[in-house]
């Protein structure tokens, strides 16, 4: 969570006896702010600057600029890594807010020793990009991607801190994918093969899955799994999963996240080069 996110305002302290809603223009003056933050993306600007897409609990998703970064001297290089939490300071810009102070929170160095754990890494920015709009505070949101680079910096088994995190964040950006009711007809699943629908939103009864024929089959043991990071995440790295029940877990979750974003995200291009 977020050490300091108070805003720091020029205007004079208000008195407790004047109505709030009556400084309602004082916001304007508002000038400097704090927040934690992971950066998301970046991309260059000009001949030293950079252009950082953040993720912060309070304020939601940023796009702010990094004046200076790329200069060899810069003292806010080392501190605006991707993937790693960062203290800010930003002074609120005409069109983008500029970063003005930044300091290291966790750099998740482990995390950062290993070509896998840095392409899921790169993942999880990429997904929790895709799934929100700027400027939409979603503290769960930043717990998640937080709680996943701390999963990946302790060495615990990518693929299921990856499936807990696609399914924690397809929860709290309001595309949770139904796992307990048939998505079809409402009736309380039963522990038989059943099937994924990403159209449906959902798993679907064995009669409902007639009318989706290209729905995902879904096996007992795959449907407890899913279940349980839903439930008691932590239980999920206890269990020994085949190649061919990874395969089953994973792809209704992915299958969603596609129905969602409409697109395949690039980064999983890498991540698959990586780890198939």
Same mark, same amino acid.
């Given at each position: 969570?977020?050490?300091?996110?108070?805003?720091?305002?020029?205007?004079?302290? /208000?008195?407790?006896?004047? +109505?709030?809603?009556?400084?309602?223009?004082?916001?304007?003056?508002?000038?400097?702010?704090?927040?934690?933050?992971?950066?998301?993306?970046?991309?260059?600007?000009?001949?030293?600057?950079?252009?950082?897409?953040?993720?912060?609990?309070?304020?939601?998703?940023?796009?702010?600029?990094?004046?200076? /970064?790329?200069?060899?001297?810069?003292?806010?290089?080392?501190?605006?890594?991707?993937?790693?939490?960062?203290?800010?300071?930003?002074?609120?810009?005409?069109? #983008?807010?500029?970063?003005?102070?930044?300091?290291?929170?966790?750099?998740? *160095?482990?995390?950062?020793?290993?070509?896998?754990?840095?392409?899921?890494?790169?993942?999880?920015? +990429?997904?929790?990009?895709? #799934?929100?709009?700027?400027?939409?505070?979603?503290?769960?949101?930043?717990?998640?991607?937080?709680?996943?680079?701390?999963?990946?910096?302790?060495?615990?088994?990518?693929?299921?801190?990856?499936?807990?995190?696609?399914?924690? #964040?397809?929860? /709290?950006?309001?595309?949770?994918?139904?796992?307990?009711?048939?998505?079809?007809?409402?009736?309380?699943?039963?522990?038989?093969?059943?099937?994924? $629908?990403?159209?449906?939103?959902?798993?679907?009864?064995? /009669?409902?899955?007639?009318?989706?024929?290209?729905?995902?089959?879904?096996?007992?043991?795959?449907?407890?799994? %899913? *279940? %349980?990071?839903?439930?008691?995440?932590?239980?999920?790295?206890? %269990?020994?999963?085949?190649?061919?029940?990874?395969?089953?877990?994973?792809?209704?979750?992915?299958?969603?996240?596609?129905?969602?974003?409409?697109?395949? #995200?690039? $980064?999983?291009?890498?991540?698959?080069?990586?780890?198939?």
């Amino acid at each position: 969570m977020e050490p300091s996110g108070e805003r720091v305002a020029d205007a004079p302290a /208000v008195p407790s006896s004047v +109505d709030q809603s009556e400084t309602a223009p004082r916001r304007e003056r508002i000038r400097l702010y704090r927040t934690e933050a992971v950066v998301l993306r970046r991309r260059d600007l000009g001949e030293a600057d950079r252009i950082l897409t953040l993720f912060t609990a309070r304020h939601g998703k940023l796009r702010v600029v990094a004046k200076g /970064v790329r200069r060899p001297q810069s003292k806010l290089a080392g501190h605006l890594e991707p993937c790693a939490r960062t203290s800010l300071l930003l002074a609120q810009g005409r069109n #983008l807010d500029i970063i003005t102070q930044a300091q290291l929170v966790k750099p998740y *160095r482990a995390l950062r020793e290993n070509e896998i754990s840095i392409a899921y890494a790169g993942y999880f920015a +990429d997904l929790l990009d895709a #799934l929100t709009v700027e400027a939409q505070p979603n503290p769960a949101a930043y717990d998640a991607l937080v709680s996943a680079f701390e999963m990946l910096d302790r060495g615990l088994d990518p693929f299921v801190i990856a499936r807990i995190f696609e399914l924690h #964040l397809l929860t /709290v950006t309001g595309f949770r994918p139904e796992l307990y009711r048939c998505a079809g007809c409402g009736e309380t699943l039963e522990p038989v093969v059943n099937a994924f $629908s990403a159209e449906a939103g959902g798993v679907l009864c064995p /009669v409902c899955r007639q009318a989706q024929p290209q729905a995902l089959p879904l096996s007992v043991n795959a449907l407890k799994f %899913l *279940r %349980l990071i839903d439930r008691d995440p932590s239980a999920a790295f206890r %269990l020994r999963l085949s190649d061919s029940l990874r395969r089953e877990i994973e792809d209704p979750l992915r299958a969603q996240i596609r129905q969602v974003v409409e697109r395949d #995200l690039g $980064s999983l291009a890498v991540l698959r080069l990586l780890t198939h």
